[in-house]
């Protein structure tokens, strides 16, 4: 520790070293803004081609980058009136590197980022950048395209309301702005295409992530899923929340504050407890007793919703045990304009990072309906995963990412360990001047929102701007009314009016202005002293107006605004008031830094309850009791650099334990991630290979060989020959003799088979049929797959009771499944190659054309339901639908390429209910066809 302090003092932390390896590459661009500044605005593209043909021949990224560095310097200057300072170039040569920047709030990152992506986008593969909300991607876009277009590159933006055609002109595009959320779900929506064509997105090249600590770090749990409607359960979640009022939380104990411990009590202890459940606030867990669950049991069976004779014990009753725990989480620990909004007749996510509300995004694992059933409202029908990812591994898949953000430096650790991402901090344009008190700490919650209010009011009696910072609607709102009742005007910006949060913020900084904000990361506007004049001239003269009324008002705005900053500068500039601290320190950073952009002045405190989630989580109520004890008395505050520690170490704690969480999931989510890869590599190599024939009957002689390896080792088995005879009939339909049990016959046999084939239908309608078929068998597998992962998931956790690492028995387990599940997928196209029988019928074709006109009318939509905590984007109607039309396209394509083909089953057909025909006894559904 000692020797690191020594090395720290002699050379500089890593952070300086990396700063001072980036002066002499400023320096070489510096040195070519002469020659930049000489070229004409008919050179720019010229200028970008030149360099295009420069990388064909052999030169790298690295070899042109001055030259690019400056081109795309002179055009920003050109076009927006804005030279990059030095500061901003270092920034972009991290991004470029391959590193996160972070630069501080007001830096310019949104113009920082220019060099980059450009020269990035020299090399033809594409460059995304990717945003937080739709608004900023389109303003992004819109403000930075004419400094591309300047240079000759193109500017493409994916928005949510985009169909596939718009999308896929937008991915084309030399750089593609977008969201995290819809850069994901094309990913995932690409690999459920049936053609390779309707695919929108050409690869992952390089990525720069605004605000990349809100998305990779904040949003790393928030799994994307596509989902479609699964079983109708909705009913069951009714019935179990007018009953789960009868349920009571156990005691805790007065003196420890913690529940008693059943595990170690006698029998007629545990019998005289009290409480049928406890509750974890920090993980929001629910556990029921043993008490409680034999609760449950009379409740169901009061009720009728078990039959007689059974237990909730038993299989086909325990998911009501899963039920009642989310309506227990619904109502006691997801609270309404805390955790969640009712809007519109519908529950929606409060994002607790950014305040926002989460659009088309729902609880997973049935909590959301349990919260739809605890406000009374209509229950979305449970959703089925159809395809899903995590955020960690979407941008994993890039083959440069790098991101930029005001607060990356306390996450530097997980940024390494899980995206190999190393943070450079870059230092300001011009010295910070803002000041940062210490915290006041109350007894109270009242007295610590009377002393915010007081604040407030003296701030505003002087002039100076006053930005509050809260972490709920709910707190907002209570705040807000106490300014109403002492008669000071102000505006709220929270998840119920973001539709102005442009205008708030960007007018937060007006003299005497008060905005209370819940959570002000990632919202994309600067605050600047004395309100914003380009806001002002635009609302002045309404969004209609023409290009010379604006500029005119403008003119007018700027010379107004000039006075204004300079007295809101006199008053101390932006106060930034935190009414609690956030578990995350970053997000108490993005709160303070949006004050002392730009070296103006600037001044930031954070007030504390006692009675605050991080205070009472971390610190309890022995801390409250330790401080009335030292005499500390209601309205009186604490103010001391060492409570600040003391504060700083509890959140540190929590983004260890938040880190510990996300690395956990990652290691169990790397399995599906590696099984995800490789089912989607092999579909697309399905939908690009044109003699799939080939592919099946290459297959169909290893399982030949296999069968064969097993006969001759059980050849002392009398049924052996039998056996295999019978194997081979329920495989390929075939009945072969004892003198055809030999490898070259029956492979013979497959191979006339399947040229006989080709001659009927003609290759291309084969390949067509084959391919449909390996499609639709892999997708209907891979579900299966997603659920089956998911049911191990939870199961692997009770095998640590048999000393057993849950992760290592998932991955043994997972892969295992996977396997049988490829096997399984390989031996169905088998058989219904080998099986299906090839006829020229007029009469069935003129059938099909009749079919196909009337499929041609069906409505496929999508729907925006989700399952997980994300949003959606396709319903099972929709996937229904676009399936069927796919077949129908094939079929009408087949029908074109060569001649009438009808496609007939030589087996019975086997309905869902039926018993399976292997003799298990077991419906068919549930055995042979699953």
Same mark, same amino acid.
């Given at each position: 520790?000692?020797l ?23 320096a ?6 002469a ?65 996160i ?37 389109e ?37 593609t702005?977008g969201?995290?959320n ?42 994307l ?19 789960v ?20 009590? $006698? ?54 045990v899963?039920?009642f ?11 309404v ?74 996450? &530097? ?22 000041i ?22 003296? &701030? ?23 300014l ?85 500068? &006199? ?42 989630d ?95 390896d ?17 194997? $081979?009939?329920?495989?390929?339909g ?15 046999? $497959? ?40 049911? $191990? ?57 009749r ?12 729907d925006?339901s ?9 319903g ?8 069927? &039309?796919a ?44």
């Open positions: 520790m000692l690191d302090k020594i090395l720290t003092a002699i050379f500089g932390t890593q952070n300086d070293r990396d700063v001072k390896n980036l002066k002499p590459i400023v070489a661009i510096n040195e070519k803004e020659w930049a500044a000489s070229l004409s605005a008919e050179d720019f593209p010229k200028q970008t081609q030149i360099f295009k043909e420069q990388l064909a021949s052999g030169k790298t990224l690295d070899d042109i980058l001055p030259e690019a560095f400056a081109l795309a310097r002179e055009a920003s200057k050109r076009v927006l009136g804005e030279r990059p300072y030095d500061v901003q170039l270092m920034g972009s040569l991290v991004l470029h590197s391959g590193r920047t972070e630069m501080k709030t007001g830096e310019g990152k949104t113009l920082m980022c220019v060099a980059a992506a450009y020269l990035n986008s020299l090399s033809g593969k594409g460059v995304h950048i990717v945003t937080v909300n739709d608004y900023l991607a303003r992004d876009a819109a403000w930075m395209r004419p400094v591309y277009a300047y240079m000759g590159q193109t500017v493409g933006t994916i928005l949510s309301n985009m169909d596939n055609a718009a999308r896929k002109q937008a991915y084309a595009c030399d750089i702005y969201t995290n819809e850069f994901g779900f094309d990913y995932l929506r690409d690999n459920m295409q049936i053609d390779i064509n309707e695919k929108v997105q050409r690869g992952f090249n390089f990525c720069i992530v605004d605000e990349i600590d809100s998305i990779l770090i904040d949003e790393a749990r928030t799994p899923i596509i989902s479609g409607r699964g079983e109708d359960d909705t009913y069951k979640y009714h019935e179990v929340d007018k009953y009022g009868q349920l009571k939380e156990m005691e805790k104990d007065p003196k420890t504050g913690l529940y008693p411990d059943e595990v170690q009590m $006698l029998p007629e202890e545990r019998e005289a407890l009290e409480g049928d459940y406890t509750l974890d606030e920090k993980s929001k867990r629910v556990s029921f007793t043993t008490k409680g669950m034999n609760h449950i049991d009379a409740i169901l069976h009061a009720h009728n919703l078990i039959p007689a004779g059974t237990t909730v014990y038993d299989e086909e009753n325990f998911e009501f899963h039920y725990t989310q309506a227990v989480r619904a109502h006691e620990l997801y609270k304009d805390v955790d969640y909004l009712v809007k519109d007749g519908q529950v929606q996510i409060v994002d607790e990072f950014t305040g926002r509300i989460l659009e088309g995004r729902r609880y997973g694992d049935g909590l959301h309906q349990a919260i739809e059933a605890k406000e009374h409202l209509r229950i979305a029908q449970k959703s089925r995963t159809l395809a899903t990812i995590t955020f960690q591994n979407f941008f994993r898949m890039y083959t440069k990412l790098s991101g930029m953000t005001g607060t990356a430096a306390t996450e &530097a650790i997980e940024f390494h360990n899980i995206y190999k991402l190393d943070v450079v901090a870059i230092p300001t344009n011009k010295p910070v001047a803002r940062d008190e210490n915290d006041e700490v109350y007894l109270n919650e009242e007295d610590k929102w009377e002393a915010i209010a007081q604040e407030i009011k003296e &701030a505003h009696a002087k002039g100076q701007p006053v930005l509050v910072g809260t972490v709920s609607v709910e707190k907002s709102e209570h705040l807000s009314a106490l109403t009742r002492k008669g000071i005007r102000h505006e709220v910006l929270n998840a119920k009016n973001h539709a102005r949060e442009a205008m708030i913020v960007a007018e937060a900084g007006a003299k005497g202005a008060v905005t209370i904000a819940t959570n002000m990361a990632g919202r994309g506007t600067d605050i600047k002293l004395g309100g914003n004049p380009e806001m002002r001239a635009r609302k002045k003269v309404g969004t209609s107006a023409s290009e010379e009324q604006y500029q005119e008002a403008l003119k007018v705005e700027k010379e107004l605004h000039k006075k204004d900053q300079e007295e809101v500068k &006199a008053a101390g500039g932006l106060y930034v008031i935190g009414s609690e601290r956030h578990e995350s320190r970053r997000i108490d950073n993005q709160l303070r830094g949006r004050s002392g952009r730009q070296g103006d002045p600037g001044r930031s405190k954070f007030f504390i309850s006692m009675d605050d991080l205070m009472r989580l971390f610190g309890g109520e022995r801390m409250k009791n330790l401080m009335s004890r030292i005499g500390m008395q209601p309205g009186e505050p604490i103010d001391h650099p060492m409570l600040n520690k003391s504060i700083e170490k509890a959140q540190h704690k929590v983004e260890e334990r938040n880190y510990e969480i996300r690395k956990h999931l990652l290691d169990f989510d790397d399995v599906l991630n590696e099984q995800r890869g490789d089912i989607y590599k092999q579909r697309d190599n399905i939908l690009t290979d044109d003699n799939l024939a080939q592919r099946v009957l290459n297959n169909a002689k290893d399982l030949v060989q296999d069968y064969l097993e006969y001759q080792a059980d050849r002392k088995n009398p049924n052996a020959q039998s056996e295999l005879i019978t194997k $081979l009939r329920d495989t390929f075939v009945q072969f003799t004892e003198k055809d049990l030999n490898f070259e016959a029956i492979v013979a046999h $497959l191979q006339n088979d399947i040229t006989e084939k080709e001659a009927l239908a003609g290759k291309e309608n084969l390949n067509m049929f084959i391919r449909y078929q390996y499609i639709t068998t892999i997708d209907k597998k891979w579900l299966d797959q997603l659920e089956t992962l998911e049911g $191990l998931r939870e199961g692997v956790s009770l095998r640590t009771y048999s000393q057993k690492n849950p992760l290592t028995e998932y991955k043994n387990d997972g892969f295992e499944i996977f396997y049988d599940m490829l096997d399984s997928i390989r031996n169905t196209i088998i058989s219904k190659l080998f099986k299906v029988r090839v006829q020229l019928n007029p009469e069935a074709q003129a059938q099909r054309a079919t196909q006109s009337q499929m041609s009318n069906m409505d496929a939509h999508h925006e989700q399952s997980g905590f994300a949003g959606v984007r396709s099972i109607n929709g996937d229904s639908a676009r399936r069927q &039309a077949a129908s396209s094939t079929s009408q394509r087949a029908r074109q390429g060569g001649e009438n083909v009808t496609v007939r089953r030589t087996m019975p057909k086997v309905g869902r209910n039926d018993p399976c025909p292997c003799g298990s006894g077991k419906k068919y559904k549930l055995c042979h066809g699953r």
